[in-house]
């Protein structure tokens, strides 16, 4: 079963303007972890931004910020006043289990291309 | 600069040849993951190392080694691949820590892989 699904293959925005990819998952573990990696087509994978199931507050990293919806298990991510070094990939990920080391398992990506 | 550090950037080789893919980082983490990604797909886990012991295996063919000689180095061994094992091979670090942190994935830029 696909436990992270991202249903936006690909989004175009606008330079300056915000825009937000989806994301939602799927466990019955407690406690887990939500993160979102950007990859340019250099391809290193570029942390952003984690959630944690516990946390109370939603995540904001700069121009990041993660729009946290547990009982919809969602986890969007939301990038405000998009540059044109923002066109990536972008792939949301989680995280099932109490830590130590992560089996991450990540989502089929949207691919965001910000038009000048 | 990526402080997970993935040689060589490319590599291309006959399905008779064995040669290694080799990963450092100096940022003190104690688990190490090695994950592959075909082309327009999200990365897969291969294998994960917890303090120099090897962890997950995700049931990965034999023509594939791992090795981790300390807590600084990862080395993915291969030997008689097939064409489909082209792919883009991603180390990554963590740390290693229990409880409900984020231990958050370092990538590397990755490794190229073409087999003949």
């Known amino acids: 079963a696909q436990k992270i699904t991202q249903t936006q293959p690909g989004m175009f925005v606008q330079e300056k303007e915000a825009v937000t990819l989806d994301c939602t998952y799927d466990?019955?573990?407690?406690?887990?972890?939500l993160f979102w990696y950007k990859q340019p087509s250099s391809g290193e994978m570029i942390f952003l931004i984690y959630?944690?199931?516990?946390?109370?507050q939603n995540a904001t990293e700069g121009r990041y910020s993660l729009n946290f919806q547990k009982a919809r298990k969602s986890a969007n991510l939301v990038i405000s006043a998009s540059q044109l070094g923002d066109s990536a990939m972008y792939f949301c990920?989680?995280?099932?289990?109490?830590?130590?080391?992560?089996?991450?398992?990540f989502g089929t990506g949207t691919k965001l291309q910000v038009i000048p | 600069d990526t402080e997970v550090t993935q040689t060589p950037k490319h590599l291309v080789m006959g399905m008779t040849n064995k040669k290694s893919l080799k990963c450092e980082q100096h940022?003190?983490?104690?688990?190490m993951y090695w994950y592959k990604q075909k082309a327009k797909k999200p990365p897969e886990l291969m294998f994960v190392?917890?303090?120099?012991?090897?962890?997950i295996n995700e049931s990965v063919p034999s023509r594939f080694s791992p090795e981790c000689p300390n807590s600084s180095l990862l080395n993915l061994h291969l030997h008689a691949l097939q064409p489909e094992d082209s792919a883009l091979y991603l180390c990554?670090?963590?740390?290693?820590?229990?409880?409900?942190?984020?231990?958050?994935?370092?990538f590397g830029a990755g490794s190229r892989l073409t087999v003949l």
């Open positions: 940022m003190g983490h104690r688990a």
């Open positions: 466990t019955s573990d407690p406690s887990y972890g």
């Open positions: 990554a670090s963590s740390q290693a820590r229990t409880g409900s942190g984020a231990n958050v994935l370092t």
């Open positions: 959630q944690g199931s516990y946390d109370q």
């Open positions: 190392y917890s303090y120099e012991k090897l962890s």
């Open positions: 990920a989680m995280r099932e289990g109490g830590g130590g080391y992560q089996k991450v398992t």
